[in-house]
């Protein structure tokens, strides 16, 4: 079981927008900043967001990040096919001394 | 570009030793903390350790601590994990990341006999 949670799916059609939510406590989102990570199939991890809302050089405005309190969400507006991937929230935990990871979202497009 | 580049990955038997390596370019190494996170097949992403920038601070997850070290060598660029005492739920595939910034493309540790 994850220190996070996160829906263990979500779907939508392409062009709309759809959110994945991340839940966590005082001790790791309500405190410390969170990092989003996009993975394909058969691939790595890449960076999609970092400290909340900030995108690397290279991710599309289409994904955006946000966080309130002990929560953060994930948006991705104007849905692409290639969209289609596992999605992970990460943040560091004060009570664990180290990072806790979220179960992970699959994101389909219909 | 940040590239993160894994080595020394395998199949080693219950009770067995392994050492990863990562060797980093396009990024200051020195000005980092590192990590390395696996995922078992099928599984999510689990945070494996860390170490602070000089190599002073080192943290574990529970599920290793005792039986792995966090390494690294600022003057080569190299981030180390030497794996002792491995046990079958050890497989997975291992990634060195500075978790802000890149991911390597991963190193398959099989625990098996």
């Known amino acids: 079981q994850s220190v996070l949670t996160q829906p263990p799916s979500a779907s939508g059609t392409p062009g709309q927008r759809v959110t994945i939510s991340c839940s966590g406590s005082s001790s790791n989102i309500g405190s410390k900043t969170v990092n989003w990570y996009q993975q394909l199939p058969g691939t790595a991890p890449k960076v999609l967001m970092y400290n909340n809302n900030q995108r690397p050089s290279g991710v599309p405005d289409r994904f955006s990040g946000s966080k309130s309190g002990t929560s953060a969400s994930l948006a991705i507006s104007g849905l692409q096919s290639e969209d289609e991937a596992d999605y992970y929230c990460?943040?560091?935990?004060?009570?664990?001394?180290?990072?806790?990871f979220g179960g992970g979202t699959k994101l389909t497009v219909l | 570009e940040v590239q993160l580049v894994e080595s020394g990955g395998g199949l080693v038997q219950p009770g067995g030793s392994l050492r990863l390596s990562c060797a980093a370019s396009?990024?200051?190494?020195?000005?980092?903390?590192m990590n390395w996170v696996r995922q078992a097949p099928g599984k999510g992403l689990e945070w494996v350790a860390n170490i602070k920038e000089d190599g002073s601070e080192k943290n574990y997850a529970d599920s290793v601590k005792g039986r792995f070290t966090i390494s690294r060598d600022n003057a080569k660029n190299s981030l180390y994990l030497q794996m002792n005492s491995l046990r079958v739920e050890d497989t997975a595939v291992y990634y060195c990341?500075?978790?802000?910034?890149?991911w390597g493309q991963g190193t398959l540790v099989t625990v098996s006999s």
């Open positions: 990460a943040a560091l935990d004060d009570s664990l001394n180290g990072w806790v």
């Open positions: 990341t500075q978790l802000r910034r890149a």
């Open positions: 396009g990024l200051t190494f020195s000005s980092y903390w």
